[in-house]
């Protein structure tokens, strides 16, 4: 799985878009993007992901370039409830193969009030 | 709450001892994943069983040991333990059959060796 470059913090005032960066320069054809967060020693969350087009659900907005060797997640209105580490993880999906995830440092990410 | 129902939620035992972690799957999820996330380690994988059979291995422990049940939960030995054991341990479930379904994770246990 290619590895994943994400900055170690990031603030964000409440209300305002949370904007969260995250560089896979040697990501394959055939992988694709997750993103899931961990509030404070909970379980992690699966947020989203994508193959190269870009994805929205209620949660977030998944932007992967056009080269995908980089993406960004967007959380539209960030509440105080959205402190949380966020992380990017790049893997491929294959049916029926291991599937287990491979967790970076991820982006400690503040909502300020 | 992502249905994967993890038992005990706090646990402290003393160093040499032997613990068993419980895992409940979603409804109809026939992988389960065991992880373990310490203070200097971060989140790392330590086994897959898929439909009762070991899937994948990570960083598991020779002295730690996992099985799934014909009812698909899961448990996770922990043996001879040491203070560096003390983490938190979760385990998350998915469908198998698509490419890309995601993992639920449970909200974990955290063992403490004393």
């Known amino acids: 799985d290619a590895k994943t470059t994400q900055p170690p913090s990031m603030d964000c005032a409440e209300g305002r878009a949370a904007n969260l960066p995250c560089n896979h320069s040697?990501?394959?054809?055939?992988?694709?993007v997750y993103w899931y967060r961990q509030i404070h020693s909970q379980g992690p969350q699966y947020i989203i992901h994508?193959?190269?087009n870009n994805e929205t659900n209620e949660m977030a907005s998944l932007i992967i370039t056009e080269d995908r060797k980089s993406s960004t997640l967007i959380l539209p209105h960030a509440t105080l409830r959205d402190t949380a580490v966020y992380y990017c993880?790049?893997?491929?999906?294959?049916?029926?193969?291991?599937?287990?995830?491979?967790f970076g440092s991820g982006t400690q990410l503040t909502v300020l009030p | 709450d992502s249905g994967v129902t993890q038992t005990p939620k706090h646990l402290i035992t003393a160093t040499g001892q032997r613990v068993t972690l419980r895992c409940s799957p979603r409804?109809?999820?026939?992988?389960v994943y065991w992880y373990q996330q310490s203070l200097d380690q971060g989140l790392q994988f330590l086994i897959q069983?898929?439909?009762?059979?070991?899937?994948a291995k990570g960083n598991i422990l020779e002295r730690f040991s996992a099985q799934q049940f014909p009812d698909l939960h899961s448990e996770l030995n922990l043996s001879s333990l040491e203070l560096g054991d003390s983490a938190l341990y979760f385990c998350?479930?998915?469908?198998?059959?698509?490419?890309?379904?995601?993992?639920?994770f449970g909200q974990g246990t955290r063992l403490t060796v004393v």
């Open positions: 998350a479930s998915s469908p198998e059959g698509g490419r890309n379904t995601e993992a639920f």
């Open positions: 040697t990501i394959s054809g055939n992988e694709y």
């Open positions: 994508g193959l190269k």
């Open positions: 993880i790049v893997r491929v999906a294959r049916s029926g193969s291991a599937r287990q995830l491979t």
């Open positions: 409804s109809g999820d026939l992988s």
């Open positions: 069983y898929y439909n009762g059979e070991e899937r």
